[in-house]
């Protein structure tokens, strides 16, 4: 029987490899990835990073396979100590209180427009009217016997009124509002129609008729102007003016 003298060779002790092995290595890797991470943030950001540099399962001494490396952590926290050293420090009392300034307010009262009554409005028409009447009167054929005429020379100022049905002011006439009107303006009150201005007065004959006698036709009156002129307010659309006596069969009426 032959007998060897050659010794077994026996692997060196070690910790036994067990699935909880695997995971305790991952782990512990991850952490000094993590660590390296936060540590540069910290320094780059200006902020304390506490760091602890021992982990809870070290190896043992002797550099067995799953130790962790050391991390100098005053290394990397150098940076972000200078810089809260030289950061101004910021108090707050412990009571505190605000105030709030209120802007000046000045109110402003509206300005409100007076409002133009209606006698104003109308005052200022029969002016505006009245003007442009005298206007029309001087540039117009005139006779001859309005001057020293006094109801000729009212009644010549308001040449271009336009005649307005039932009108009785500047502002519009018809034929008896118009010759109404004129006689008003001298004292004599004379009826509103025609029928009732011709039974007021006299009927003279057209050789005895005298300027400002007046002219009547079966549903118009006129104011005689001398001559074969007369003045009236005529139809619609038309306006006051001196024009020829029209009239086949006129009756004067003086009145007075």
Not at 22 to 43: C, E, F, K, L, Q
Request: charged letters at 15%; aromatic letters at 6%; proline letters at 7%.
């Amino acid at each position: 029987m032959t007998v060897s003298n050659t010794r077994a060779r026996h692997r060196a002790a070690r910790r036994p490899v067990t699935p909880l092995t695997d995971i305790a290595h991952a782990a512990t890797a991850s952490i000094g990835v993590v660590g390296r991470r936060s540590a540069a943030v910290a320094a780059t950001s200006g902020l304390v990073v506490t760091m602890i540099g021992s982990v809870a399962n070290a190896a043992p001494a002797g550099g067995a396979a799953g130790s962790l490396p050391a991390v100098d952590t005053s290394a990397l926290t150098a940076s972000a100590r200078a810089v809260l050293e030289t950061a101004p420090v910021v108090t707050a009392p412990v009571e505190a209180s605000w105030s709030f300034d209120a802007p000046a307010v000045e109110a402003v009262a509206p300005v409100v427009k007076k409002a133009t009554t209606r006698t104003a409005t109308l005052a200022a028409s029969r002016s505006t009217t009245r003007t442009a009447v005298a206007t029309a009167a001087a540039t117009s054929d005139v006779p001859q016997s309005v001057a020293g005429n006094s109801v000729l020379e009212i009644a010549a100022r308001y040449v271009g009124v336009p005649y307005v049905s039932g009108g009785t002011t500047p502002d519009g006439f018809d034929c008896s509002g118009f010759v109404s009107y004129v006689y008003d303006q001298l004292g004599v009150s004379l009826p509103r129609t025609s029928a009732g201005i011709k039974a007021a007065g006299t009927v003279v004959s057209r050789a005895d008729a005298q300027p400002g006698d007046i002219i009547w036709s079966p549903g118009h009156v006129a104011i005689y102007a001398g001559g074969d002129q007369q003045i009236d307010s005529p139809r619609p659309g038309k306006t006051i003016q001196f024009r020829s006596i029209w009239q086949s069969a006129p009756v004067f009426i003086r009145i007075g």
